[in-house]
C-alpha cells in the first residue's frame, strides 16, 4: 500500500467527525495517523478521553510529562525537517489560536479545528515528524 492509501481513508474518517477536545481533535487527527502506519504505537487509544477542554489537553500533557505537542511527538516518532514530509507525516504548528497538530496532504500541512480543515503553507510548521 502507497503512504497516500494508508492515511488517506484515516485523515478523511477523522475530519468527518464532528470537533470534542480528547476524542477528535487535532491531537488525534495526527495520533490516529500515525497508528495508521504503525499500529504498536497506540497513541489515539492510550490518550483517548484523557482530556475535555483545550486547558485539560495541556495538563494532560504536562502530566505525561511532556511540555508541548512538539515533546510529545518527539518522543514517539522520528523528527524530520518540514521540507522532507511525505504524504500522511505531521507537523506542529504555531497558529494564532497555538499549537495544532497537522497531517501533510501533498502540497500543504492540514489540520482539524472546530470549525473544520485548516490548510497550511510551509511557514507556519514548527516541528515535524515522520510517520
Given amino acids: 500500500m502507497t503512504r ?22 487535532c491531537f488525534f487527527l495526527g495520533c490516529r495517523v500515525a497508528d495508521a502506519f504503525d499500529k504498536s504505537r497506540r497513541l489515539g487509544p492510550d490518550n483517548y478521553r484523557a482530556y475535555k477542554t483545550l486547558f485539560g489537553a495541556q495538563k494532560a500533557l504536562r502530566k505525561r510529562g511532556f511540555s ?5 511527538f518527539d518522543a514517539h516518532l522520528e523528527r524530520i525537517g518540514a521540507s522532507q514530509c511525505r504524504f500522511g507525516d505531521l507537523a506542529i504548528m504555531d497558529l494564532p489560536d497555538g499549537e495544532h497538530v497537522a ?3 501533498g502540497q500543504r500541512f492540514m489540520t482539524k479545528t472546530p470549525k473544520g480543515r485548516s490548510h497550511h503553507d510551509l511557514s507556519a510548521v514548527k516541528a515535524a515528524f515522520r510517520t
Avoid at 12 to 22: A, C, D, F, L, V
Fill in 68 to 72: 508541548s505537542l512538539v515533546d510529545f
Fill in 103 to 105: 497531517v501533510f496532504t
Fill in 4 to 25: 497516500f492509501e494508508i492515511a488517506n481513508p484515516v485523515i478523511e474518517r477523522e475530519m468527518t467527525k464532528p470537533y470534542r477536545y480528547g476524542e477528535s481533535d
